[in-house]
């Protein structure tokens, strides 16, 4: 299918079944993930009985879940790689039909990569930490709601900071682009000089990116070290099992690793944003 536009969306539009027939196999994926610590519980609680039932369903999970995830990544490779072999030649029509240099193509077939891995290894984790975050959520209100009322405040300051820092998160991924776009033509001009410049500002653009993320990373990673500190404090107050406390610690810690991704997945979509107008300009 031909592409009248390079966007997320359009991609979306012209393969729509191989792109939501990786999704639903990420999804069954992930809710199968999402019960190794409820399984892990439960055959703890088990074993403390002498009963091994609790073993025998953890192993099925772990089978279950190795063929849903082996068969997942290797239609992703087929999927993603196809769409990659008929969308660049598109692109590089088009820039040769509006007399682009080649600095120009060369970066923005590099950007157009970008897009389609972002549906391939970015996509799948976006969805795994969702389903996480959710399913974690629902999971864990049953068995502590002290300590879920805790993951949601926490959930809310994490998508406060980076609301906030997502209008610095495109100036500087445009910045950055403007920069690589530029990388060729300073290459080829075989001028010492330029290419020291050009290796300079692409160095400086990258530590800015690199420093204001992980400031942001450093803000919210205090959240989820408060929150991991009173899940431990109030499970170990309460009257649960062994099992059921495991489990709690467990979820606690997959939701904490969820919320902190999500976000970072935000800022590259923030980029991919960015990238979308570039190459439709």
């Known amino acids: 299918m031909k592409l009248q536009s390079f966007t997320l969306r359009s991609l979306l539009r012209a393969y729509p079944w191989r792109i939501v027939l990786t999704l639903l196999l990420v999804v069954l994926d992930s809710a199968l993930s999402l019960l190794f610590p409820l399984f892990m519980g439960y055959a703890v609680d088990a074993l403390v009985a002498s009963d091994y039932s609790g073993v025998v369903a953890l192993a099925g999970l772990g089978l279950a879940s190795l063929v849903i995830g082996t068969a997942r990544r290797m239609l992703d490779t087929r999927a993603y790689s196809g769409i990659y072999r008929q969308v660049v030649p598109q692109l590089v029509e088009r820039e040769k039909r509006r007399s682009s240099s080649i600095s120009r193509i060369t970066a923005r077939v590099d950007l157009l990569r970008e897009m389609v891995e972002f549906f391939e290894e970015s996509m799948p984790e976006i969805v795994r930490s969702l389903i996480g975050v959710v399913g974690t959520v629902l999971i864990l209100a ?35 682009n403007d920069v690589v776009e530029s990388q060729v033509d300073s290459i080829a001009s075989a001028d010492s000089s330029a290419i020291r410049h050009q290796v300079n500002a692409q160095a400086r653009w990258s530590v800015r990116l690199s420093d204001f993320e992980s400031v942001n990373y450093a803000i919210i990673w205090l959240f989820m070290i408060g929150l991991l500190v009173y899940s431990l404090l109030s499970v170990a107050a309460s009257a649960a099992s062994a099992g059921a406390i495991l489990s709690v610690l467990i979820y606690v810690f997959q939701y904490t690793d969820g919320v902190v991704i999500l976000p970072l997945y935000y800022q590259q979509l923030m980029r991919l944003r960015e990238i979308s107008v570039r190459l439709n300009e």
């Open 142 to 176: 049953p068995l502590s709601l002290p300590v879920t009322i805790a993951c949601l405040i926490s959930t809310v300051l994490v998508f406060l900071v980076y609301g906030i820092a997502g209008t610095r998160t495109m100036m500087l991924n445009r910045g950055y």
